[in-house]
């Protein structure tokens, strides 16, 4: 019997995502549960996530709950912090049961090596914001907005977020943004060559490229938009698909 494959998706902004994109995402969790030896979300799962000491963000309990019962049944579930929800923590990985990863990670993915993350903050033209992340990030920032009211600080980030779902396409500046993280994919092959692939999210653009003979670059995409996701098979090139109406497709990515 073949080994079943590694789905990975990211960027379901949760909070933003009409309730049918929610929905599709949770049959997609049910199919994986079906199909699926592991599930990765590669950031921004949710637009805005922030763990208290006893409060957790309201919503999204089925989605939770799909989670969970992933893990239950034996297929491991690991969540990468984005930008929007870097700052996850002890109810994901204790009371959820998934793996947690803050910063890129090289690991394998069905016997080939992977440069796994997010995306923001890398490669050229993104000075700005890792200022701006080195802030959000310190403990003293979060020190502070742990004392806010859940209510006030939902407020704020609600304020700071910029996904839209009113856009039909990329815009200028995520296809920019794509092609610079394109770039920096390449050079990290490129200088790493037991590398065999990169696999980002954060552009909402999805992407499928062969840099190399059998050495890839991967972005998933985003569910906002494409509900695209993309599949590890065992001793097989990655893929790159879409899901619409409970169906899973090529992607044109």
């Known amino acids: 019997m073949q080994d079943p494959p590694v789905l990975l998706a990211s960027d379901v902004h949760l909070g933003v ?42 919503g999204h309990t089925r989605v939770l709950g799909a989670l969970s019962a992933l893990v239950d049944s034996g297929i491991p579930v690991t969540l990468v912090g984005g930008n929007h929800d870097w700052w ?44 701006l992340k080195t802030v959000l990030r310190g403990s003293v920032t979060r020190f502070a907005f742990r004392w806010l009211h859940p209510d006030l600080g939902a407020w704020v980030a609600r304020r700071v977020s910029k996904t839209t779902v009113h856009s039909l396409r990329p815009t200028d500046r995520q296809m920019a943004r794509a092609r610079l993280l394109e770039e920096w994919a390449t050079k990290e092959l490129e200088s790493s060559p037991d590398l065999d692939q990169v696999v980002l999210g954060h552009t909402h653009v999805p992407v499928l490229k062969e840099i190399f003979p059998g050495r890839h670059y991967v972005n998933s995409g985003d569910w906002l938009l494409n509900q695209s996701y993309a599949v590890f098979p065992q001793g097989q090139p990655p893929q790159l698909k879409d899901w619409r109406d409970g169906e899973a497709s090529e992607s044109d990515g």
């Not at 969790?29 to 921004?44: M, P, R, T, Y």
């Not at 394998?108 to 992977?114: C, F, R």
């Open 88 to 131: 996850g923590g002890d109810f994901l990985t204790d009371e959820i049961g998934v793996g947690f990863l803050r910063e890129p990670t090289v690991l394998e993915i069905k016997g080939k090596k992977t440069l796994l993350a997010h995306g923001d903050g890398l490669g050229a033209g993104d000075a700005g914001y890792r200022l």
């Open 17 to 58: 995502a009409p309730p049918e994109t929610e929905r599709a995402f949770l049959r997609w969790l049910e199919h994986c549960g079906n199909e699926a030896s592991q599930v990765v979300i590669n950031g921004d799962l949710f637009d805005f996530w922030f763990e208290y000491r006893s409060v957790v963000p309201r």
